[in-house]
């Protein structure tokens, strides 16, 4: 009985396994009619979502976010979107993401009232939920790699904001093993997060629509 019990258990582990597998390659496609490499072909929409990624000496955004903040500047410039939504990691006192983000697109010539700023995009489904939640966002267009397209779609799906993506990559980052390695395990943890865990933000905090200037949300404690 023991074995045949433990057989059942296996088997339905692979299935489970096998069947997440899928699910995680086809993440892709699933959602390519949303995902567009030119400007002019994307919908129109209220924000631009750029999600934050590693800074260099706290100054400097690195490439991957580089590429993210330029294409939001260019949605934002050919009039595709009316704000930018800068989130980011800013949980720390020496740790700050999203004011790097807002100085370059202030360079950029982006109006201040147009920068919302998120402290607290600690990830990829924080960025989502707070979108929707705080910032009231009525639709997004999401800035990111190629490799995370498939999840943030997924996860502004799931969470019932509506999302188009557009692609940020160019040839002068490169996606290493060790990236591609940690989106894949991330992808599983998204079902977690959606399907069993039903997982919200680190932060919620005081709404700050994105109809209103986003200067009011440029103090760290506004998250």
């Known amino acids: 009985m023991l074995k045949l019990v433990l057989r059942i258990f296996f088997l339905v582990l692979a299935l489970a396994v096998i069947g997440l597998t899928v699910w995680n390659y086809t993440l892709d496609t699933r959602y390519r009619e949303k995902i567009f490499s030119q400007p002019e072909d994307i ?3 209220q924000a631009a979502l750029v999600p934050g ?27 595709r979107v009316q704000k930018l939504l800068l989130s980011g990691d800013n949980a720390g006192i020496y740790y700050d993401e999203v004011n790097v983000m807002k100085d ?54 799931s969470y019932g904001l509506p999302a188009h993506g557009y692609l940020a990559d160019s040839e002068r980052v490169q996606i290493t093993i060790n990236m591609k390695i940690r989106e894949f395990l991330a992808r599983y943890l998204a079902i977690l997060d959606v399907y069993f865990l039903k997982s ?21 404690d506004v998250r």
């Open 104 to 157: 370059f697109c202030l360079k950029k010539g982006v109006s201040p009232d147009d920068i919302f700023l998120d402290h607290a995009g600690m990830r990829t489904l924080d960025s989502i939920y707070r979108a929707k939640h705080i910032f009231e966002a009525r639709d997004i267009i999401i800035v990111t790699q190629k490799l995370f397209m498939g999840r943030a779609l997924f996860l502004a799906n």
């Open 43 to 45: 919908p129109i929409a």
């Open 200 to 220: 919200g933000p680190a932060f919620l905090g005081k709404k700050t629509p994105l109809t209103g200037s986003g200067r009011a949300t440029w103090n760290r």
């Open 53 to 79: 990624a590693s800074v260099i000496g706290g100054k400097k955004p690195s490439g991957i976010l580089l590429e993210r903040l330029e294409k939001g500047v260019e949605l934002y410039r050919l009039k």
